[in-house]
Every structure is written in C-alpha cells, then in structure tokens.
C-alpha cells in the first residue's frame, strides 16, 4: 500500500512539473516541443490503437511504393491533402515510426489544444497572417525540424497548405522546401535528406467502409539543390517545389481541367469498367481502378485540348446524365444492365428474412456510436471533415458505449461467459448489420431500377440512348491514343 501511494504521489509530481513546464513553453512559443523528436511510449500506445481504428474504417487499405521509403536516412512525406484529417492518419498508417508533422500556428492558440497537439508530435509554423512578430518564431521552429531530421526521426509536411476536396493537385506551397533546404544548410548539406511524394487516394472522401490506397513516389534528394541553393536560394525553392509537385502528379489521380473536372470526375464511374476491359484489367480492384481513372483523365485532358467543341458536346451530355441520376437516385453502374434477373434478386430475400434478426439486434446495440457523428456533422460546415469525425469519434464513443453496455447487462446476467459473449457480440453483430444494410440497399435499387425500366419504358430508353453516346463519345477519344483500341459494345 505504502510502494503505491508513493507511486501515485511520483506520477501527480511528475504531471504537475510537465504541466508547468508547458506552461512555460507555451509562453516562449515552443509549446513544450522541445523532446518532441525523442521516442514517447504514450504516443506508440496511441498510434497503434488509432492505427488498427484506421483500418477498421476502410475496407481495403492498399500500399504501394514501400520500396521508395528511404533507409536509414532522414525523410519528409510530402502528401497530397484532400481529405483532412483522414491525411495525415493515412501516414500514420503506411510509415513505420513514430512521425512529427508540422500544421499551422492558429490552431495551437489554446493551451489545452497546443498540449494535446504537441503530444500527437505536431508542430507549429508561423504566418504572417499570425502577425509579422509572431514570424520570429519560425527560427526556433526550424532549429527543431534540424533535430528532428538528424535523428532520423520522420516529418510530415502538406506541400498544399490546406485541404481540397477535388481529385487534383494544388499549387504548392514554398514552405516545404524552405524547411528542407534550411535544414540541410544548416548540417552543411550532410543530412542526406529525401523527400518522399505520397499520393492518397480515396475511393470515397466521406463513406464508411471504402477503399484507400496510399503510393509512395520516387524520393527526392534535396542534395542536389545545394549548389543552386547557394546561388539563388529562391530559385531552388521554386525548383525543389516543382519536382515535387511533378512527383506527385506522377502517382496521383491529377484532374487539371477546371472547367470539365464534374464530367471528367463522372466518367470514371461511367467508362471505367468499358476502359478496364480496353486495357486488360477486367477484375477493377482499386489500384487498378486508380490505374484506370489516371488514364481516363489523360485521355480526356488530351482530348479537352484538341477537340474543344466535342468535349463541349460531351460535357453538356454528361451533365443531363448527372440530373438524371439526381433525380432518380441511381448509381451509373445499375445502367450497365438493360434489367436485372428477378429470379436472381428474389432468391436473395430469404436472406434478408432469416438474418433480419441479427441485423435488428446488431443495430440496436450500435445505433448510439454509430449514428452520432452524423448528428455532429450536420453542423460541421466543411464535408472534408466529416470521415475525421466519424473515425476521430469511433475512438472514444465505441469503446465507451460497449462499457456502458456491459455495465448494464451485468446488473441482470452474473455469468461471465453470458457477458463476454455479449461484449464480444456488440462489434461483432455491428458489422455484421452494416454489411445486411450495405446488401439490402444494393439489392432494393436493382428492384427499383427494373420497376422503372417496365413502367417508364419512354425516359429509361431516353436515358440509356444518352448514356450509349457517352460511351460511344469516350469510345472515339479513347481510339486516338495507340494503345485503346475499344470494341463496339452498347
């Protein structure tokens, strides 16, 4: 009793001298950064649970270009940044270690939050919109970034700024590449720096249970700047930014047009499966849908350019095929069928009627957890940030919501095993119902899609017709490129 007492005392000793030391800090504006490079065991504990949460989120992470990943030399991911905070926990995820990121300086105004931050190994950089004094800071910023690239410890710095949520790069940023040159200056040019472009790629920025994939690009040696750096140190930033960006695009699906990006955006889900069989990968899982949508836009980019009236043609085409789809809530890939079996589909309903139980009791023991972010979004203005949310929410409400659970059936069943087979049947059954729900839906608009082709034959042939010259359209680009060589389909 005596060992734990002390012990108790030790850790309300040691949070109160880290909580003052904090408060220092935050005054001198390090925000108690100053061991931020050094390994934490709190901060390992937390990546892994938040880690294995991550994957639980989606239904397929795949990583690509591990072999990029430098060796026992220090690094900075440039990623693209669409998808808030989801970003940054893709990194996370795919890289080994424990990372430090750097994020603007507004965010760490409140104490409490810059603690919490500098915990998850964040950093502050400072803008002149943050006050020109305030710039000052940056030096002591940057003395720390050099120790964190001399350990070797990883970085993460958004080339864009901020967070868009089209499927395009954005111009950006010089200040990746003032960080990374300043450093190497700063170690005579022997850190042997990389910086690593990361392509995120989300099958769907805001629903549960979709694919991801995460590419790692060919390293860049910031090396080889020095000798332009010492010349002209803007023109090796504007340089080092260039390459970066080119290596990003290089890995990343990359929609230049402004102008056509909604009807090049809506032919992915349009000519993708006719494109994959023109190119040999019938099966479309999703690296090979990325592979697939790069190509379409470089098809479609190209085409843009040199045919302007007929990708006016298209684009106004594709836009009525969007209002339809709109109006009548369908997905474009129902239209891949003309109908669609109901033999098929009605032997699929004893299914729904014996699991419906296990779909009603998985939902009621999930509902709470699962339905609340939607609730917090509603007024989340930004959607960029409503997967963040979701999955930032899970965190905390699942784990906790099962506990309650627990605590409740326990007043009514004594038996241990009684209760870890319920506990252990709440995520079981959750995902479980998700999956019936998922099926059921697709199952019901095929059903509502083969009443609209009996009963509004006139408008579903209109509608088809539109989407046989889209094909056809797209078929006729595709041709002019020496490889796509498409076969007549409808």
């Given at each position: 009793?005596?060992?734990?007492?002390?012990?108790?005392?030790?850790?309300?000793?040691?949070?109160?001298?880290?909580?003052?030391?904090?408060?220092?800090?935050?005054?001198?504006?390090?925000?108690?950064?100053?061991?931020?490079?050094?390994?934490?065991?709190?901060?390992?504990?937390?990546?892994?649970?938040?880690?294995?949460?991550?994957?639980?989120?989606?239904?397929?992470?795949?990583?690509?270009?591990?072999?990029?990943?430098?060796?026992?030399?220090?690094?900075?991911?440039?990623?693209?940044?669409?998808?808030?905070?989801?970003?940054?926990?893709?990194?996370?995820?795919?890289?080994?270690?424990?990372?430090?990121?750097?994020?603007?300086?507004?965010?760490?105004?409140?104490?409490?939050?810059?603690?919490?931050?500098?915990?998850?190994?964040?950093?502050?950089?400072?803008?002149?919109?943050?006050?020109?004094?305030?710039?000052?800071?940056?030096?002591?910023?940057?003395?720390?970034?050099?120790?964190?690239?001399?350990?070797?410890?990883?970085?993460?710095?958004?080339?864009?700024?901020?967070?868009?949520?089209?499927?395009?790069?954005?111009?950006?940023?010089?200040?990746?590449?003032?960080?990374?040159?300043?450093?190497?200056?700063?170690?005579n040019f022997n850190l042997g720096l990389n910086i690593v472009p990361v392509a995120l790629d989300y099958e769907n920025y805001y629903k549960f249970h979709k694919s991801l994939t995460i590419h790692f690009g060919t390293p860049i040696s910031v090396d080889?700047?020095?000798?332009?750096?010492?010349?002209?140190?803007?023109?090796?930033?504007?340089?080092?930014?260039?390459?970066?960006?080119?290596?990003?695009?290089?890995?990343?699906?990359?929609?230049?047009?402004?102008?056509?990006?909604?009807?090049?955006?809506?032919?992915?889900?349009?000519?993708?499966?006719?494109?994959?069989?023109?190119?040999?990968?019938?099966?479309?899982?999703?690296?090979?849908?990325?592979?697939?949508?790069?190509?379409?836009?470089?098809?479609?980019?190209?085409?843009?350019?040199?045919?302007?009236?007929?990708?006016?043609?298209?684009?106004?085409?594709?836009?009525?095929?969007?209002?339809?789809?709109?109006?009548?809530?369908?997905?474009?890939?129902?239209?891949?069928?003309?109908?669609?079996?109901?033999?098929?589909?009605?032997?699929?309903l004893p299914f729904f009627v014996l699991f419906f139980p296990l779909f009603l009791y998985g939902l009621i023991n999930n509902a709470l957890p699962f339905f609340l972010p939607g609730l917090v979004n509603q007024n989340v203005k930004d959607p960029q940030?409503?997967?963040?949310?979701?999955?930032?929410?899970?965190?905390?409400?699942?784990?906790?919501?099962?506990?309650?659970?627990?605590?409740?059936?326990?007043?009514?069943?004594?038996?241990?095993?009684?209760?870890?087979?319920?506990?252990?049947?709440?995520?079981?059954?959750?995902?479980?119902?998700?999956?019936?729900?998922?099926?059921?839906?697709?199952?019901?608009?095929?059903?509502?899609?083969?009443?609209?082709?009996?009963?509004?034959?006139?408008?579903?042939?209109?509608?088809?017709?539109?989407?046989?010259?889209?094909l056809h359209a797209v078929d006729r680009w595709a041709s002019r490129k020496e490889h796509c060589l498409p076969r007549s389909e409808n």
């Amino acid at each position: 009793m005596v060992d734990l007492c002390y012990g108790g005392i030790k850790v309300f000793v040691d949070c109160f001298v880290r909580f003052k030391f904090y408060q220092n800090e935050l005054q001198t504006g390090m925000t108690g950064q100053r061991n931020i490079e050094k390994w934490d065991p709190g901060y390992e504990l937390l990546k892994r649970y938040v880690s294995l949460n991550y994957r639980l989120y989606y239904r397929c992470i795949y990583v690509r270009g591990r072999e990029n990943l430098p060796k026992n030399a220090p690094v900075i991911f440039a990623p693209n940044h669409q998808n808030a905070l989801m970003d940054a926990l893709a990194v996370v995820y795919a890289v080994p270690g424990q990372l430090v990121f750097l994020a603007r300086a507004d965010i760490f105004r409140k104490k409490l939050i810059a603690r919490v931050l500098t915990f998850l190994k964040i950093m502050p950089v400072y803008r002149i919109r943050d006050g020109y004094n305030s710039l000052q800071n940056n030096e002591q910023v940057l003395k720390k970034v050099s120790d964190v690239l001399y350990v070797k410890r990883p970085l993460v710095i958004f080339p864009e700024g901020n967070h868009g949520h089209q499927r395009k790069l954005r111009p950006l940023k010089k200040g990746i590449c003032r960080m990374a040159l300043q450093a190497e200056d700063r170690n005579n040019f022997n850190l042997g720096l990389n910086i690593v472009p990361v392509a995120l790629d989300y099958e769907n920025y805001y629903k549960f249970h979709k694919s991801l994939t995460i590419h790692f690009g060919t390293p860049i040696s910031v090396d080889t700047y020095q000798a332009l750096y010492r010349k002209n140190p803007s023109k090796a930033y504007n340089s080092l930014k260039e390459d970066i960006a080119s290596g990003l695009k290089e890995v990343m699906l990359h929609i230049e047009s402004q102008e056509y990006y909604e009807m090049i955006d809506l032919l992915r889900e349009i000519y993708r499966h006719r494109l994959g069989r023109i190119m040999g990968m019938p099966d479309l899982k999703y690296p090979a849908r990325l592979k697939i949508d790069r190509e379409l836009g470089e098809i479609c980019e190209g085409q843009i350019q040199d045919n302007p009236e007929e990708a006016e043609a298209l684009n106004r085409k594709v836009k009525a095929f969007q209002k339809y789809l709109t109006r009548l809530n369908f997905y474009p890939w129902l239209f891949d069928r003309e109908r669609y079996a109901e033999a098929a589909l009605l032997a699929k309903l004893p299914f729904f009627v014996l699991f419906f139980p296990l779909f009603l009791y998985g939902l009621i023991n999930n509902a709470l957890p699962f339905f609340l972010p939607g609730l917090v979004n509603q007024n989340v203005k930004d959607p960029q940030f409503h997967s963040s949310i979701r999955n930032g929410m899970a965190l905390i409400t699942f784990p906790l919501f099962y506990l309650l659970q627990l605590i409740v059936f326990s007043q009514f069943f004594e038996t241990w095993w009684l209760r870890m087979l319920y506990i252990i049947s709440l995520p079981l059954t959750g995902y479980i119902a998700y999956q019936y729900y998922r099926l059921f839906k697709k199952w019901w608009v095929k059903w509502r899609y083969n009443l609209f082709t009996k009963f509004r034959p006139g408008q579903f042939n209109r509608i088809r017709e539109l989407r046989k010259e889209i094909l056809h359209a797209v078929d006729r680009w595709a041709s002019r490129k020496e490889h796509c060589l498409p076969r007549s389909e409808n």
